[in-house]
Structure formats: C-alpha cells, structure tokens
C-alpha cells in the first residue's frame, strides 16, 4: 500500500490531527495524532498537516506509544508511517 504525496482540503470539523514529530529514540520522524480515539488509527491512510498548514496523505504503519499529553490533557498516539518511494536517478551528474 504506498502512500501518495497530494494536496488535501483541510476540513475544520475533523476530530483528529495528525502532524509529524520527532522520533527522539531513533531519529527520523513519526506522525503524532491528537484526539479522542487517537489510537485507534494503525493501518490507515491519514491526512497528515505540516508546520506551514499544508497536508498530505500517509499510511500509518504500527502503534508505537499512546496516552495523555502533558501539556494539554489531550489524547495523543505515536505511530511509525510508510516511506514514500524515492525518485531513482539513473545516472548522478558529476
């Protein structure tokens, strides 16, 4: 199942948010979800919003972490997402 990169309309009635957050274990990224059913999310297509407000669309891979945040009270779960493919470059310019 590969994730496509588009351009999704932002809906503000949504429940859920998802955004990316650091994997300060392992380095990379994962997808943060906040919400009421925030875990409850493995194995779908989401759409995913970056820090400039536009989204795109990722699979979620495997539950890593869920429970309260801290700061807010609210729902969170961590989840490893799919990686898109890479453009493959058939000869490097030197």
């Given at each position: 199942m590969a994730a496509v990169a588009r351009k999704v309309?932002?809906?503000p009635e949504r429940l859920h948010r998802a955004t990316y957050a650091t994997d300060k274990r392992k380095g990379g990224y994962m997808?943060?979800?906040?919400?009421?059913q925030a875990g409850r999310f493995a194995g779908r297509v989401v759409p995913v919003t970056r820090k400039d407000g536009s989204e795109s669309e990722e699979?979620?891979?495997?539950?890593?972490?869920?429970?309260?945040?801290d700061e807010t009270g609210e729902n969170v779960a961590l989840y490893t997402f799919e990686p898109r493919p890479r453009e493959e470059v058939d000869e490097i310019p030197f």
């Open positions: 309309e932002r809906s997808i943060r979800v906040a919400g009421p699979a979620l891979v495997k539950l890593t972490w869920s429970g309260k945040d």
